[in-house]
């Protein structure tokens, strides 16, 4: 479930146990990207993975992030790191 960046630790508490009782795979970005205290303590409230990454954007972000060891689905945007620009400046030209 998309979080979108809106929920509180207290949010996450009150909602994890109904998703988890639903099978909900996973929760994602319940918190802002740079809000690692928040990811943690989220981390404790349930069995639930988080899930981030859209709004990483540097490898510094995504090491941070990876040593935390708090999230565990990772979910980066290749449009906003830079990837989908590099891919499809490779991609041949089909406009004929």
């Known amino acids: ?3 979108n960046t809106g929920y509180t630790v207290a949010d996450v508490r009150r909602v994890m146990p109904g998703l988890e009782a639903n099978g909900v795979g996973w929760l994602e970005e319940p918190f802002p990207a740079h809000d690692h ?4 303590q989220a981390a404790t409230l349930g069995r639930m993975p988080l899930a981030a ?3 990483h954007y540097t490898r510094f972000e995504f090491s941070r992030v990876i040593e935390d060891r708090v999230i565990t689905i990772l979910q980066p945007d290749l449009s906003k790191t830079g990837g989908g620009n590099i891919r499809s400046s490779r991609a041949p030209d089909t406009s004929n």
């Open 1 to 3: 479930m998309d979080a």
């Open 53 to 55: 990454g859209e709004n």
């Open 37 to 40: 205290r928040s990811y943690a």
